[in-house]
């Protein structure tokens, strides 16, 4: 079992720049595929952005490709999301995931979530 925490959320102005992470107990996330995804009030969970387990490759939604950066220290440690340019439709709740591959879809644990709020 997995145990996926996010931190870094908050309240910002549009132009400025958060980075969020996740961090994981219960077990490594060590050749998990790690994953972000955002939930807006009233709108479907959407995929963001992902990264390989040896972080070697990553893919970004169209949304989000140029101004966001996901990343990881190691096979082990924590994911990152480097969120710049933010803008006030990037306001939504946070979610880190893990998965037993690279993907947009089939993640297999979640965290709690995150907020960030972007005012205009």
């Known amino acids: 079992q997995v145990q996926l925490v996010e931190s870094g959320g908050g309240l910002v102005q549009t132009g400025d720049s958060l980075r969020l992470s996740c961090a994981a107990s219960?077990?490594?996330?060590?050749?998990?595929?790690m994953g972000w995804f955002r939930q807006a009030p009233g709108k479907e969970r959407e995929f963001v952005a992902a990264i390989s387990w040896s972080g070697g490759s990553t893919i970004y939604s169209d949304s989000v490709k140029g101004r966001f950066t996901i990343s990881r220290d190691n096979a082990n440690g924590p994911v990152y999301l480097q969120m710049d340019s933010l803008k006030p439709e990037d306001t939504a709740v946070y979610y880190c995931a893990a998965a037993k591959r690279l993907a947009r879809i089939d993640y297999d644990y979640w965290g709690q979530g995150t907020q960030v709020t972007v005012s205009s």
């Open positions: 219960g077990r490594t996330l060590r050749y998990f595929a």
